[in-house]
């Protein structure tokens, strides 16, 4: 029932090298460009089974956060180029579009559990494949809530959220921990505001509009919902709002796992490593995600932010044999015991026939949120143009806005006009 749920939901620089490959091969070679930081030492262990196994060459190497089409850029232009990369949404795959591989009679398709996993191309071709569901939050440690002589039944919109959050902060002191984690604008940690957060007024905007493709302009007409939840997030937090310039994303991940903060934005991606026994073996019992409510009329209705915006494509201006390698090489992650196991653990939901069953409270929230009714809010910042520079902007707004050397003016513009200069350049009509 679980899988069919994930179905329904689902629609939603570096200096690069490959080791141990040379342009003279004359076996297939594996070169992956990785979206997702968090995922690297899991499929860098991966790759080096694989190679032990088959004798294939693979190298992957991750992108930091926020660079990700710089570096798909700059590895394009080389030589030895990537085999296998990731687009993440309608927009990336048309800029990418004329590098996907046709999948469509691959052994990866035969893989697949849904086509509902997929997006399609010129001519029907199958041009990139989603390899997991996700969605995100509020992670919240129901345990210190409790502590503090809250609830999580009391939360339903933004008016209870703040309510609680600020009660907890004005007692941090004496409970011994804070209503949020940091707000961090270091790039480890910002995409989770510049992208994930930003999703919450391009949904409502999108949702009135009626709109479902990328669009040239976009009003903000909900910024103030936006700003509702970042003045909430650095305004209850241990870190002031001064520092969150240099705060990273291992900073908030460390504050919550240790039990400094109650409420944490982030995914689902999060579960494995906040419950690992290696890093913070928090309880899962503990553990829960609720949605991030800003404000918006009807919120008590509202569920997780759920979707992705990972999806593998195979470069079509690679060689044949680097191209059968590379699908070679998914089969195995995706059917292998080391594959599946990498996937559950790193991924959770994924959209194969042989995917293992795994346990991740934050999916299972979302799962209950929908059968309850609640609307799912998608992932509408997958329409972002120009995505990196954009979200560069936003958050050098934030930053000046949070040090209070700028009005909240300045995030409107970088967010709004922002859009449209990126939009022109994207597409290549600026005057």
Same mark, same amino acid.
């Given at each position: 029932? $679980? ?6 939901? %689902? ?14 091969s ?16 899991m499929?860098?262990? #991966? ?23 710089? *570096? ?25 579009? =004329?590098?996907?591989? +046709? ?6 398709? +035969? /893989? ?6 997929c ?25 210190l ?25 004005s ?14 604008? +270091? ?9 994930? #957060? ?24 909900? $910024?103030? #919902? ?19 310039? *240099? !705060? ?20 689902s ?7 690992n ?10 553990? !829960? ?25 195979v ?8 191209? /059968? ?14 594959g ?8 959770? !939901? ?7 069953? %795994?346990?991740?409270? %934050?999916?299972?929230?979302? +799962?209950?949120?929908?059968? &309850? ?24 707004? #934030?930053q ?6 700028? =009005? ?17 350049? &994207? ?5």
């Amino acid at each position: 029932m $679980l899988k069919k749920s994930y179905i329904q939901l %689902f629609w939603a620089m570096l200096v690069l090298s490959v080791s141990g490959c040379t342009a003279e091969s004359t076996e297939g070679y594996v070169y992956y460009i990785n979206f997702k930081p968090e995922a690297d030492a899991m499929w860098q262990e #991966l790759a080096e089974k694989y190679t032990e196994q088959t004798g294939t060459q693979v190298k992957v190497v991750t992108a930091a956060s926020g660079t990700y089409t710089d *570096t798909l850029t700059v590895a394009m232009n080389k030589t030895m180029v990537p085999t296998l990369f990731v687009v993440n949404g309608v927009q990336s795959l048309a800029n990418w579009e =004329d590098y996907c591989y +046709d999948l469509r009679d691959s052994k990866l398709t +035969d /893989d697949l559990e849904s086509e509902d996993f997929c997006m399609y191309g010129k001519n029907g071709a199958l041009e990139a494949i989603g390899y997991c569901y996700e969605c995100y939050g509020l992670i919240v440690n129901k345990s210190l809530l409790k502590k503090s002589g809250h609830d999580i039944s009391e939360i339903n919109n933004f008016a209870s959220l703040r309510s609680v959050a600020e009660d907890i902060h004005s007692r941090s002191g004496e409970l011994g921990f804070d209503a949020f984690t940091s707000s961090g604008l +270091d790039s480890s940690s910002s995409w989770r505001f510049s992208g994930h #957060l930003a999703a919450l007024p391009l949904f409502y905007e999108f949702g009135e509009a009626g709109i479902c493709s990328q669009p040239a302009e976009i009003t903000g007409k909900y $910024l103030g #919902l936006y700003r509702n939840v970042w003045d909430l997030y650095i305004n209850n937090s241990a870190v002031l709002p001064t520092a969150l310039n *240099t !705060a990273t994303g291992n900073m908030a991940e460390e504050e919550f796992g240790s039990g400094k903060a109650v409420f944490y934005q982030n995914g689902s991606w999060e579960y494995n490593s906040l419950t690992n026994a290696e890093t913070f073996a928090m309880n899962p019992d503990d553990l !829960a995600m609720i949605p991030i409510y800003c404000g918006a009329e009807g919120e008590e209705n509202a569920g997780l932010c759920s979707g992705t915006e990972n999806y593998w494509a195979v470069n079509s201006k690679a060689d044949q044999k680097s191209i /059968d390698a590379t699908i070679a090489f998914l089969d195995w992650v995706v059917t292998s015991e080391e594959g599946r196991k990498m996937m559950s653990d790193s991924f959770g !939901a994924t959209p194969f026939k042989d995917s293992l069953p %795994f346990v991740n409270i %934050f999916i299972s929230d979302a +799962d209950r949120l929908r059968e &309850e009714g609640k609307y799912t809010v998608t992932w509408d910042f997958i329409y972002t143009p120009n995505t990196d520079t954009w979200r560069a902007g936003v958050v050098s707004a #934030l930053q000046s806005y949070s040090a209070g050397t700028e =009005d909240w003016g300045k995030v409107e513009n970088a967010f709004v006009n922002g859009w449209s200069y990126q939009y022109k350049t &994207e597409h290549c009509i600026l005057n």
